[in-house]
């Protein structure tokens, strides 16, 4: 089955404790990217990765790292994960860029305390 | 900045109602356009796409796009809304040369059976 997985789906965490967020694709997309969602505030794009070893930030990519080694792999870490970073995240891969549609994983809720 | 506006933040409806959701950009350019869903605790999917030809576009579940062009506009409309449509409704756009998507704020359809 086609499918963008995220892992863990549930995190607290407390305020400057290392975090990774895994997000695996099995489409073989090339493009991968990363939101946070916010009430009132929709998706935010934080990284993104044209393909392997080419990331670019996106509009909110302030404490946030990535990294592509792989095609199917795009893990999000938080170095030092700060309480305004509580919030859903949710990986998505895409076949042909940003111009194609989306394929979203299930969500990553994160809370720091 | 590129940015999305969906200036209805939360509709309730009863059954059987049409809906008329509306998204407007601000990116002069070429764009392809997407509405996407996110039912209650689930991850977005997608509900309808507009890359190029006959402006309206029909997507899953009977829902269907305008776009339109001199307007900046890409409407979400249903003519008759079940229960089951009740979620979060995004509009998404992809200015035809960036790598990047752009989500509006979302607006939450509560339908009332």
């Known amino acids: 089955e086609a499918q963008v997985t995220q892992n863990p789906r549930y995190l607290i965490t407390v305020t400057g404790k290392k975090l990774t967020v895994t997000c695996s694709q099995n489409?073989?997309?090339?493009?991968m990217s990363w939101y946070r969602q916010d009430p009132g505030l929709g998706l935010r794009q934080i990284y993104y990765s044209m393909n392997v070893e080419a990331t670019d930030k996106g509009d909110v990519p302030e404490g946030y790292k990535v990294s592509r080694k792989e095609k199917r792999n795009f893990p999000l870490i938080l170095e030092s994960p700060s309480p305004n970073q509580t919030s859903l995240y949710f990986c998505a891969s895409s076949p042909q860029g940003a111009k194609t549609e989306a394929f979203f994983g299930q969500g990553t809720r994160l809370t720091v305390v | 900045a590129q940015s999305v506006s969906q200036h209805n933040h939360h509709v309730i409806l009863s059954e059987a109602a049409s809906l008329e959701l509306g998204c407007n950009y601000s990116y002069g350019g070429t764009v392809n356009l997407f509405w996407y869903v996110q039912y209650p605790g689930q991850h977005l999917q997608l509900l309808l796409k507009y890359f190029s030809g006959d402006p309206l576009v029909k997507g899953i579940k009977g829902f269907e796009a305008e776009f339109i062009k001199s307007k900046f506009s890409f409407n979400l409309r249903k003519p008759s809304v079940q229960w089951s449509d009740t979620a979060e409704y995004f509009c998404a756009v992809n200015p035809y040369n960036f790598n990047k998507f752009y989500f509006g704020s979302g607006t939450k359809l509560n339908v009332k059976p």
């Open positions: 489409m073989n997309h090339e493009y």
